[in-house]
């Protein structure tokens, strides 16, 4: 089973999230492929062109990913 998801880098992107409500994970990229997933469940409350914030935090959009599972995948 693969796990597909989808990172929300553009301004679009995270708009049409919050508008949507579905749920994203965040997670902070710690080089060579590893992640810490700070994050798991929650929905973009607000975006601005430095940060996003997701349950109540703010997250700088250069520092963490937002993450949508991407349904539908095969593997």
């Known amino acids: ?3 597909t998801y989808k990172v929300l880098k553009s301004d679009i992107e995270l708009f ?11 997670v902070q ?12 469940i929650g929905a973009v409350e607000k975006i601005t062109p430095e940060s996003a914030k997701v349950n109540g935090i703010f997250f700088m959009r250069n520092q963490f990913e937002i ?5 539908g995948s095969t593997g």
């Open 29 to 40: 990229p710690l080089g060579e492929g590893l992640i810490d997933i700070v994050d798991y």
């Open 67 to 71: 993450r949508v599972d991407v349904k």
């Open 1 to 3: 089973m693969n796990h």
């Open 16 to 26: 049409a999230a919050a508008l949507s409500q579905v749920r994203v994970y965040v």
